[in-house]
């Protein structure tokens, strides 16, 4: 893998940065100096504490809020997901987890940005029987054919984090895996063991800042001997 350019400062979009990997991913690109420029799509305001960072600007609102008001993105992190429980249904759950999704990667790209990361999930799969995987699966085939220079994709296992924290609802399966400790979790193979939020951002970020050529996933496991 090649390293990374030594360029001038990038200016990079995040969506999603309310979320276990989304607020991991914000705060590694304020404390990294490869980025000069932060903005971050939200529909709602950030804590205080965090909106003040200098190189940071939050935009409230949707997608065609960036046709309007940003410009000159380099990189682009999407952390947007929900649940078929938490939407209310099937349909809501598709409106984030693809057609937003899709939609603020399309804008982004009309906005110049050329390297992408998105976080998907472990099982992401255009033809599975899975309704939650088949959705992933379109989000990244659309994503990928948007025209950006670099894509890459995380897909990662089960999140451990802590989402009360954040006010959001505990998800049933990341609470046992929490319960389970960190030796047991050692049992599990790393392709389906649950794993950190901030890894996952760490992996994402690093990808993003190689920005091979082409489109890329990051599998659960690979994504698991990331140092952070």
Known sequence: MAAPDRAAPRAALVAGATGLVGQAILARLLDNPRWG?????????????????????????????????IRGIDDVFIALGTTIKVAGSKAAFKA?????????????????????????ALGADSTSSVFYNRVKGDMEAAVAALGYASVTFAQPSLLLG????????????????????????GLIPRSVRPI?????????????????????????????????
Do not use: C, N, Y
Request: glycine share 6%; net charge positive; charged share 25%.
């Open 196 to 228: 950190r939020a901030d890894v996952v951002a760490a992996s994402l970020i690093a990808a993003v800042a190689v920005g091979s050529p082409g489109v890329h996933r990051l599998m659960s496991s690979a994504m698991q001997a990331t140092r952070v």
């Open 37 to 69: 420029r932060v903005d971050v799509l939200a529909r709602r305001p950030l804590a205080a504490t965090v909106a003040r960072h200098a190189k940071l600007t939050v935009h409230v609102g949707d997608a065609d809020l960036i046709a309007r008001t």
């Open 162 to 185: 802590d989402r009360a924290a954040l006010g959001q609802p505990e998800r049933r399966m990341e609470r046992f895996a929490v319960r389970l400790g960190t030796p047991l979790l």
């Open 96 to 120: 984030v987890d693809f057609d937003l999704v899709v939609a603020i990667t399309r804008a982004a790209r009309d906005a110049g940005a050329t390297r992408l990361g998105v976080v998907s």
